[in-house]
């Protein structure tokens, strides 16, 4: 029986955020609806959680009627307004001591969830499961999508964006791993090189085993495992055959057991504080692959829970 460190009460709170400004493709906001409709509330509830759940966020309302790009970035005040939303939200639970449950949407939104984790635990570990690193800065990024810079923002290295001011650089770079890397841009690895943050491809998955890997990647940003614990999950992390209903999918993923032992290990901790299921899309597959993408998003959080 595991025993939380930092949740009270065994409370979960789901943040549902149909959001999709990060990126091109239309769907990737009907994730977090999918979710909850296959059963993800009463599934939590078996599970003895306590389940906060006030309904989806309205974002569209927090669409400008202008939104200019900056420099290449694509829809940046919308993009802000919502994480900034989503940040003040995922704080006021985390200070109630409840864990943090948040549906994307893509995963811009992390700018948001991971804000609101650090204001309340700047101590805390980000494991970020992901085909790509999300590491592009406003120079680098190629697409102008701001679901490929989150993580820039976060550690403080994408410069001065007018609008995305309130977010602090309290993440840095020794509480920062990545696991399932396997499509990252050369800026990308070379920020990675410069700023020594630990990540383990796929070709480290496939060489170690992923229990080895998360292991390594435990003993890399929380050695005795007492760090809150922030887990943000991109479906695309897992191989196409397992999640296909996603928008940027990669060949030679994770498998549905390696994607689920990650879930099972950060668990197993105790200090898990703060989950994101990213890049759910519904829009983007036939029935069936839709069906499979969505259970398993439900079954890793069930997993980490």
């Given at each position: 029986?595991?025993?939380?460190?930092y949740i009270e009460?065994?409370?979960?709170?789901?943040?549902?955020?149909?959001f999709?400004?990060?990126?091109?493709?239309e769907?990737?906001?009907?994730?977090?609806?999918?979710m909850?409709?296959?059963?993800?509330?009463?599934?939590l509830?078996?599970?003895?959680?306590?389940?906060?759940?006030?309904?989806?966020?309205r974002l569209?309302?927090?669409?400008?009627?202008?939104?200019?790009?900056?420099?290449?970035l694509?829809?940046?005040?919308?993009?802000s307004?919502?994480?900034?939303?989503?940040?003040?939200?995922v704080?006021s639970?985390?200070?109630?001591?409840?864990l943090a449950l948040?549906l994307?949407g893509?995963?811009?939104?992390?700018?948001?969830?991971?804000?609101?984790?650090?204001?309340v635990y700047?101590?805390?570990c980000?494991i970020?499961?992901?085909a790509?690193?999300?590491?592009?800065?406003?120079?680098?990024?190629e697409?102008?999508n701001?679901?490929?810079c989150p993580?820039?923002?976060?550690?403080?290295?994408?410069?001065?964006?007018?609008?995305f001011?309130?977010?602090?650089?309290?993440?840095?770079?020794?509480?920062l791993v990545?696991?399932?890397l396997?499509?990252?841009?050369?800026?990308?690895?070379?920020?990675?090189?410069?700023?020594?943050?630990?990540?383990?491809?796929?070709?480290?998955?496939?060489?170690?085993?992923?229990?080895?890997?998360?292991?390594m990647?435990l003993d890399?940003?929380?050695?005795?495992?007492s760090?809150?614990?922030?887990?943000?999950?991109d479906?695309?992390a897992?191989?196409?055959?397992?999640a296909p209903?996603?928008?940027?999918p990669?060949?030679?993923?994770?498998?549905f057991?390696?994607?689920?032992?990650?879930?099972e290990?950060?668990?197993?901790?105790?200090?898990?504080?703060?989950?994101?299921?990213?890049?759910v899309?519904?829009?983007?597959?036939?029935?069936?692959?839709v069906?499979q993408?969505?259970?398993v998003?439900c079954?890793l959080?069930r997993?980490c829970?």
């Open positions: 029986m595991t025993t939380y460190k009460g065994k409370t979960v709170a789901i943040i549902g955020c149909p999709s400004g990060g990126q091109p493709k769907g990737v906001d009907e994730g977090p609806l999918k909850i409709e296959y059963g993800l509330i009463p599934q509830q078996e599970m003895d959680w306590d389940v906060e759940f006030d309904g989806h966020y569209t309302d927090l669409r400008p009627a202008k939104d200019p790009n900056i420099g290449k694509k829809r940046p005040l919308y993009v307004r919502v994480a900034q939303t989503v940040a003040k939200t704080e639970h985390l200070r109630k001591r409840q948040t994307g893509d995963h811009s939104l992390a700018m948001g969830t991971v804000s609101g984790t650090l204001a700047p101590n805390a980000l970020w499961i992901d790509h690193a999300d590491l592009n800065t406003p120079e680098s990024t697409s102008g701001l679901h490929g993580v820039s923002f976060l550690l403080g290295i994408a410069g001065k964006v007018p609008g001011e309130w977010i602090k650089p309290l993440l840095t770079a020794n509480r990545y696991i399932g396997r499509d990252v841009d050369p800026p990308e690895k070379l920020l990675l090189k410069k700023h020594g943050i630990k990540a383990f491809s796929m070709h480290e998955v496939d060489k170690y085993g992923i229990g080895k890997v998360v292991e990647a890399a940003v929380n050695p005795d495992r760090l809150p614990i922030h887990l943000s999950f479906v695309d897992l191989d196409p055959s397992v209903s996603t928008g940027t990669v060949r030679g993923g994770l498998t057991r390696e994607g689920h032992y990650i879930c290990a950060v668990h197993e901790t105790g200090s898990l504080v703060a989950l994101d299921i990213m890049e899309n519904p829009s983007l597959a036939d029935e069936a692959s069906f993408t969505v259970t998003g079954s959080v997993c829970l």
